[in-house]
């Protein structure tokens, strides 16, 4: 009698919860993203954590942020990475698909410079890296002596980001002086983990690409300290990028959504995941969390559906 009875509370508990749910619901459905090769890590973390238990299939590109920004303002994908914000011809494109979006920051970056470990080069200034990047500096400056004389006579061999990547666009802004001034003839590719192998296997190299990157691969590598106006050198760190003293390569890294895309529920949660233990795996894969300040207006901007770019 006493296991008839514990049985029927049981279904009964059950059976009256069937209208919210005996059991927590699944999410269906598919999610695409894409974009900067910077926020991959995030996105890819995210995908994998979020999608665990549930029947969604998540696929997750890095095609760059502004490849990324192509297939979104298309409306080919539902989210995509930038490493910078959105241009004003990507909005342009976005409006003439009629694509509304919403920007949201989901982390902190550090553009790191770097080098093979045992590299002579410890430091830079951003004077220096102009010199070595400018467009004019193509196939005239090669050997490190015309960087700074105290330097030996060695070739340099450099790599990069392509030009559809949202590190190239910060990078060439800063430290050149204008979006997209760069030399060409450096050895570019939009995956990051092509740049790590080809600077830690070329002597009198330098790459450049983002802080998780970097991190991950630091018994094989060397950030150069980066010396800005009259501050001192200063690396690529957690608290240095957090508090802006490593400058001018410090930046918030994105996602853009879709506002039609986020009336699913699938996207919807995963969003919300992006902005809740999504700011933890931030952290997990080599950069640094929003400030609670920011994480909740980012999540308030969400929750309000706040369209278009605070720039």
Not at 62 to 81: L, N, R, V
Not at 115 to 133: A, C, G, M, Q, Y
Not at 160 to 173: A, E, N, Q, R, V
Not at 229 to 256: C, E, H, N, Q
């Amino acid at each position: 009698m006493k296991q008839i009875t514990l049985f029927t509370i049981a279904f009964l508990g059950c059976f009256s919860l069937a209208l919210t749910g005996c059991s927590k619901k699944k999410e269906e459905g598919k999610i695409t993203i894409d974009g900067s090769s910077t926020v991959f890590p995030v996105s890819e973390a995210v995908a994998e954590e979020f999608g665990k238990g549930k029947r969604v299939k998540i696929t997750v590109g890095k095609s760059g942020t502004g490849g990324g920004m192509k297939k979104f303002c298309a409306g080919e994908i539902d989210i995509t990475g930038a490493s910078r914000y959105m241009k004003d011809s990507e909005k342009e494109l976005c409006a003439k698909n009629n694509v509304e979006f919403i920007e949201l920051p989901v982390a902190y970056d550090g553009i790191s410079v770097v080098v093979p470990k045992d590299s002579f080069i410890n430091e830079l200034t951003t004077d220096e890296l102009k010199k070595l990047w400018a467009p004019e500096s193509q196939e005239k400056v090669t050997n490190w002596k015309q960087i700074r004389d105290s330097f030996p006579d060695k070739k340099i061999t450099l790599f990069g980001p392509g030009t559809d990547s949202g590190t190239f666009d910060y990078f060439t802004k800063k430290i050149v002086g204008k979006t997209q001034a760069s030399r060409g003839d450096y050895t570019s590719s939009e995956d990051d983990n092509t740049l790590v192998t080809g600077v830690t296997k070329t002597d009198g190299s330098l790459a450049y690409f983002g802080f998780a990157y970097y991190k991950e691969n630091k018994s094989k590598l060397k950030a150069v300290a980066i010396k800005h106006k009259d501050g001192k050198a200063t690396v690529p760190t957690m608290d240095t990028i957090s508090d802006g003293t490593y400058a001018p390569l410090s930046r918030p890294i994105f996602i853009y959504v879709s506002k039609k895309a986020a009336e699913r529920s699938e996207v919807d949660a995963i969003v919300k995941y992006y902005l809740g233990d999504g700011l933890k795996l931030a952290k997990d894969v080599g950069y640094i969390p929003l400030p609670d300040k920011i994480a909740s207006e980012a999540n308030k901007r969400y929750a309000d559906r706040v369209l278009g770019s605070s720039k």
